[in-house]
């Protein structure tokens, strides 16, 4: 073990580190492929010609710009979108003599088989999954790289899944004696506010024709880019052999990563042979201690939290599975303000960038990799590849995803239907469980047991192979499994949005906690046409917070908040309310933040409170409607006749006001207004700019019933990528430059189209004055 002190070596090594003199390059492979839907014959031979065919950039999700359709093959499931081959040919010259050469995918939906220059590399069923394969013997000065993508076997999934290369691309071209790709783990084994140790594990692989002396050399780089120290280490490997390499750190004091201060280190591994350096890997981590605790529940960094987690399918809505950071950005900011500070990625693994967006906010993670076993829940789902690949997927997925410090713990299943079948449940969860143990031994494995008092889960062995027990909506079953054996450890691992179920968890130190379904509305998991969206998120699909999320919000989050809302009671006979188009969502959807109702008539509405505060105070018109303490664990309510004006609630802690909310009635639709998530707009895909549109009063009050259709135009250096309103019955198309507004509201996405200049967004409708945002170019 090597302390970390300054040593005289350090500046020598800052100047080797920004000398960029190493061998390995990483070339982003997202531009420029042909792309063809529909069956080619012959596409996947060197000298097929593509002419015609349409030139895209990666990650593409070709499903989401298809027109709904109630006959469509995905059904209700995939969002009535539709389904089918594509494919993808992109064609490169690469001077890579001597070196080796593999290509990665991180996600193709689905079924993905690759050629390069005609030689097929292999198939890949799985469209979650992350996968790549070295091109280093079939290369040439010029070479072409074809995908075939089929989503044509239908029923597929549950939801949503998308279509294509929708992921992003890369290839990287490295020596021969190079880090084996996977091959660095960083762990934390020791952890306290004093010292931490830090663990690096490095796979050395050579794939020369000679024996090789190889230097390891780990650096630590400090959060703010600074060399902390090194420690170094000589390895022989043999020719087409790898070896592993064990090295630790001692860091005296750790700048710990938590929910607040999610602090992130830099470990460079270099490989130098004969004092040469060829191969240099970068890898972000953090330093903490995480462990799940029979009486604590979840503990980070010795302090008990509870994961007030959501559940998030991969769509972006408007945007399909093929969703840029900002995108999640924005989604993930606003489930903060929420109070949320987990997520489970239901039920698959998400892309390598949305886990290092949840490291860099805060958040954390359970890792989720299977929604069947061999029990299908759909005829063409993974049932039909899981005894094949199920392994290699998961240890694929674990060898990925071990250094991300937001990962806390994996799930290697979600109401897995084997299990009333012990004899094959069992061996099938005791392998799972020893390949996730097997890559990563520092996080613990869950998964989310299906009605387990009814497949005697708790009373067969199988849920006490997890390390930590997860249990779907039944808390209080996990919590008296917890009674019957002492040690066990659990986990809510999908929950309903009632209060009882949070208080099952809030009130029991034992509960790590839970995760609501879902966090977001998401495409997908219908059965009736034209409902498109799942629609039980605290957000809706176009990243609006619902009033449920309020309610959340006053249960959750630390910052004082009051929400105000009318409640009515929706049955078949209800009339409608302003913008709520049908039954199926009106059965949904009870709650309205406005202070204007359909009927504005004199009448009596039940207007509902939600605050962490201890006491409101209603005021209507500038009166008092009275005061009232919170009471635990119910919602304030008051009985107010109606009329026209200002509604506002105020939220005050031990007699000082903390937080006010307040509803306006809103005129006539007059004009539209818009709110862009940045201020600069970037060329940079991963960056699109999200614009808020609402329809207004004269008085910039939003219209609740405002339907009017938008058009959308931009001049100059932008364009517009995709539009949305969160209406889960639309059937508008989401690549559109028009769209109609739905409860007041709607959402457009814009890309920068030049490396700089000005561009100007304009919103109108008919009869009402149009809005504008100007964006600057942002590198």
Same mark, same amino acid.
């Given at each position: 073990?090597?302390?970390?002190?300054?040593?005289?070596?350090?500046?020598?090594?800052?100047?080797?580190?920004?000398?960029?003199?190493?061998?390995?390059?990483?070339?982003?492979?997202?531009?420029?492929?042909?792309?063809?839907?529909?069956?080619?014959?012959?596409?996947?031979?060197?000298?097929?010609?593509?002419?015609?065919?349409?030139?895209? !950039?990666?990650?593409?999700?070709?499903?989401?710009?298809?027109?709904?359709?109630?006959?469509?093959?995905?059904?209700?499931?995939?969002?009535?979108?539709? @389904?089918?081959?594509?494919?993808?040919?992109? =064609?490169?010259?690469?001077?890579?003599?001597?070196?080796?050469?593999?290509?990665?995918?991180?996600?193709?939906?689905?079924?993905?088989?690759?050629?390069?220059?005609?030689?097929?590399?292999?198939?890949?069923?799985?469209?979650?999954?992350?996968?790549?394969?070295? &091109?280093?013997?079939?290369?040439?000065?010029?070479?072409? /790289?074809?995908?075939?993508?089929?989503?044509?076997?239908?029923?597929?999934?549950?939801?949503?899944?998308?279509?294509?290369?929708?992921?992003?691309?890369?290839?990287?071209?490295? =020596?021969?004696?190079?880090?084996?790709?996977?091959?660095?783990?960083?762990?934390?084994?020791?952890?306290?506010?004093?010292?931490?140790?830090?663990?690096?594990?490095?796979?050395?692989?050579?794939?020369?024709?000679?024996? !090789?002396?190889?230097?390891?050399?780990?650096?630590?780089?400090?959060?703010?880019?600074?060399?902390?120290?090194?420690?170094?280490?000589?390895?022989?490997?043999?020719?087409?052999?790898?070896?592993?390499?064990?090295?630790?750190?001692?860091?005296?004091?750790?700048?710990?990563?938590?929910?607040?201060?999610?602090? &992130?280190?830099?470990?460079?591994?270099?490989?130098?042979?004969?004092?040469?350096?060829?191969?240099?890997?970068?890898?972000?981590?953090?330093?903490?201690?995480?462990?799940?605790?029979?009486?604590?529940?979840?503990?980070?960094?010795?302090?008990?939290?509870?994961?007030?987690?959501?559940?998030?399918?991969?769509?972006?809505?408007?945007?399909?599975?093929?969703?840029?950071?900002?995108?999640?950005?924005?989604?993930?900011?606003?489930?903060? =303000?929420?109070?949320?500070?987990?997520?489970?990625?239901?039920?698959?693994?998400?892309?390598?960038?949305?886990?290092?967006?949840?490291?860099?906010?805060?958040? /954390?993670?359970?890792?989720?990799?299977?929604?069947?076993?061999?029990?299908?829940?759909?005829?063409?789902?993974?049932?039909?590849?899981?005894?094949?690949?199920?392994?290699?997927?998961?240890?694929?997925?674990?060898?990925?995803?071990?250094?991300?410090?937001?990962?806390?713990?994996? !799930?290697?299943?979600?109401?897995?239907?084997?299990?009333?079948?012990?004899?094959?449940?069992?061996?099938?969860?005791?392998?799972?469980?020893?390949?996730?143990?097997?890559?990563?031994?520092?996080?613990?494995?869950?998964?989310?047991?299906?009605?387990?008092?009814?497949?005697?889960?708790?009373?067969?062995?199988?849920?006490?192979?997890?390390?930590?027990?997860?249990?779907?909506?039944?808390?209080?079953?996990?919590?008296?499994?917890?009674?019957?054996?002492?040690?066990?450890?659990?986990?809510?691992?999908?929950?309903?949005? *009632?209060?009882?179920?949070?208080?099952?968890?809030?009130?029991?130190?034992?509960?790590?906690?839970?995760?609501?379904?879902?966090?977001?509305?998401?495409?997908?998991? !219908?059965?009736?046409?034209?409902?498109?969206?799942?629609?039980?998120?605290? &957000?809706?699909?176009?990243?609006?917070?619902?009033?449920?999320?309020?309610?959340?919000?006053?249960?959750?989050?630390?910052?004082?908040?009051?929400?105000?809302?009318?409640?009515?009671?929706?049955?078949? *006979?209800?009339?409608?309310?302003?913008?709520? =188009? @049908?039954?199926?969502?009106?059965?949904?959807?009870? /709650?309205?933040?406005?202070?204007?109702?359909?009927?504005?008539?004199?009448?009596?509405?039940?207007?509902?409170?939600?605050?962490?505060?201890?006491?409101?105070?209603?005021?209507?018109?500038?009166?008092?409607?009275?005061?009232?303490?919170?009471?635990? *664990?119910?919602?304030?309510?008051?009985?107010?006749?109606?009329?026209?004006?200002?509604?506002?609630?105020?939220?005050?802690?031990?007699?000082?006001?903390?937080?006010?909310?307040? &509803?306006?009635?809103?005129?006539?639709?007059?004009?539209?207004?818009?709110?862009?998530?940045?201020?600069?707009?970037?060329?940079?895909?991963?960056?699109?700019?999200?614009?808020?549109?609402?329809?207004?009063?004269?008085?910039?009050?939003?219209?609740?019933?405002?339907?009017?259709?938008?058009?959308?135009?931009?001049?100059?250096?932008?364009?517009?990528?995709?539009?949305?309103?969160?209406?889960?019955?639309?059937?508008?198309?989401?690549?559109?430059?028009?769209?109609?507004?739905?409860?007041?509201?709607?959402?457009?996405?814009?890309?920068?189209?030049?490396?700089?200049?000005?561009?100007?967004?304009?919103?109108?409708?008919?009869?009402?004055?149009?809005?504008?945002?100007?964006?600057?170019?942002?590198?």
């Amino acid at each position: 073990m090597l302390r970390v002190s300054p040593i005289p070596s350090l500046g020598f090594l800052a100047a080797i580190l920004s000398s960029g003199v190493f061998a390995r390059e990483i070339v982003p492979f997202d531009d420029a492929w042909q792309f063809h839907q529909g069956e080619a014959a012959g596409a996947e031979k060197e000298g097929f010609s593509g002419n015609g065919w349409e030139t895209v !950039s990666v990650p593409h999700d070709w499903s989401i710009a298809g027109a709904f359709d109630k006959s469509a093959p995905a059904t209700g499931s995939g969002a009535w979108l539709p @389904s089918g081959v594509a494919w993808y040919r992109k =064609e490169f010259p690469l001077d890579a003599k001597g070196k080796q050469v593999w290509v990665e995918f991180d996600g193709v939906m689905a079924n993905a088989e690759v050629w390069i220059n005609g030689h097929s590399l292999g198939k890949r069923p799985s469209g979650y999954v992350s996968f790549r394969y070295d &091109l280093t013997p079939h290369l040439k000065a010029k070479n072409v /790289l074809v995908v075939k993508a089929d989503t044509t076997p239908q029923p597929a999934s549950r939801w949503y899944a998308g279509a294509g290369i929708y992921r992003h691309v890369r290839l990287v071209v490295a =020596e021969p004696v190079h880090v084996a790709p996977g091959g660095v783990f960083v762990s934390t084994p020791k952890v306290d506010a004093g010292e931490a140790t830090v663990k690096i594990e490095t796979k050395v692989a050579n794939a020369g024709a000679k024996d !090789s002396r190889v230097n390891v050399r780990s650096t630590v780089m400090n959060p703010d880019g600074s060399p902390l120290g090194f420690v170094a280490f000589d390895v022989s490997v043999a020719a087409g052999k790898e070896e592993d390499v064990s090295q630790q750190l001692a860091l005296s004091p750790p700048k710990l990563w938590d929910l607040d201060h999610p602090n &992130l280190y830099q470990l460079v591994t270099t490989i130098s042979i004969d004092g040469k350096a060829v191969d240099e890997v970068k890898t972000a981590f953090g330093i903490r201690s995480a462990e799940f605790t029979t009486d604590r529940g979840f503990v980070l960094n010795g302090k008990p939290v509870k994961m007030k987690g959501v559940c998030l399918h991969q769509d972006g809505g408007a945007v399909g599975a093929a969703v840029p950071l900002a995108v999640w950005e924005r989604r993930l900011k606003k489930l903060r =303000e929420l109070g949320v500070n987990s997520i489970r990625t239901a039920h698959t693994p998400p892309s390598p960038e949305f886990l290092d967006l949840c490291d860099r906010m805060g958040f /954390l993670v359970m890792d989720e990799f299977f929604d069947c076993w061999l029990k299908g829940k759909n005829k063409q789902d993974y049932h039909l590849y899981f005894k094949e690949w199920s392994h290699t997927d998961l240890r694929d997925g674990v060898l990925r995803d071990r250094n991300h410090p937001s990962v806390v713990l994996y !799930s290697v299943g979600n109401e897995i239907h084997d299990t009333p079948q012990a004899d094959v449940a069992i061996p099938i969860l005791k392998g799972l469980v020893e390949v996730c143990h097997a890559a990563d031994p520092s996080r613990p494995v869950t998964q989310a047991l299906f009605r387990p008092n009814v497949s005697k889960d708790f009373t067969n062995g199988l849920a006490d192979l997890l390390d930590v027990i997860g249990v779907n909506y039944r808390d209080g079953e996990l919590l008296q499994a917890w009674k019957d054996k002492p040690g066990r450890k659990i986990i809510g691992t999908e929950q309903g949005h *009632d209060r009882s179920t949070w208080f099952d968890c809030r009130d029991n130190p034992q509960h790590a906690g839970q995760f609501l379904w879902t966090g977001i509305d998401y495409l997908g998991e !219908s059965k009736t046409w034209p409902v498109t969206t799942y629609n039980s998120g605290l &957000l809706d699909r176009a990243g609006f917070t619902q009033p449920r999320g309020v309610e959340r919000q006053s249960w959750w989050s630390d910052k004082p908040m009051v929400g105000v809302f009318r409640r009515i009671a929706a049955t078949e *006979d209800t009339p409608a309310d302003p913008g709520y =188009e @049908s039954v199926e969502w009106k059965r949904r959807q009870v /709650l309205f933040s406005d202070w204007t109702p359909a009927d504005q008539k004199a009448h009596d509405e039940n207007v509902e409170v939600y605050t962490n505060a201890s006491e409101v105070e209603l005021v209507l018109n500038d009166k008092s409607l009275g005061k009232k303490p919170v009471r635990k *664990d119910v919602a304030l309510n008051w009985k107010v006749p109606f009329e026209p004006g200002t509604l506002k609630a105020v939220a005050s802690n031990g007699g000082k006001e903390v937080a006010t909310n307040v &509803l306006r009635t809103a005129g006539k639709p007059a004009k539209v207004l818009l709110k862009a998530d940045r201020e600069g707009l970037s060329q940079a895909w991963e960056r699109m700019v999200s614009v808020e549109v609402f329809v207004t009063d004269a008085n910039g009050v939003v219209v609740p019933s405002a339907a009017n259709k938008i058009s959308f135009k931009v001049e100059g250096a932008g364009k517009v990528v995709a539009v949305d309103n969160g209406s889960i019955v639309s059937l508008e198309p989401f690549q559109a430059s028009t769209r109609e507004a739905f409860q007041g509201r709607a959402l457009v996405m814009l890309q920068g189209t030049q490396e700089q200049g000005k561009a100007v967004l304009k919103a109108s409708a008919e009869g009402l004055q149009a809005g504008e945002v100007v964006f600057q170019w942002k590198q």
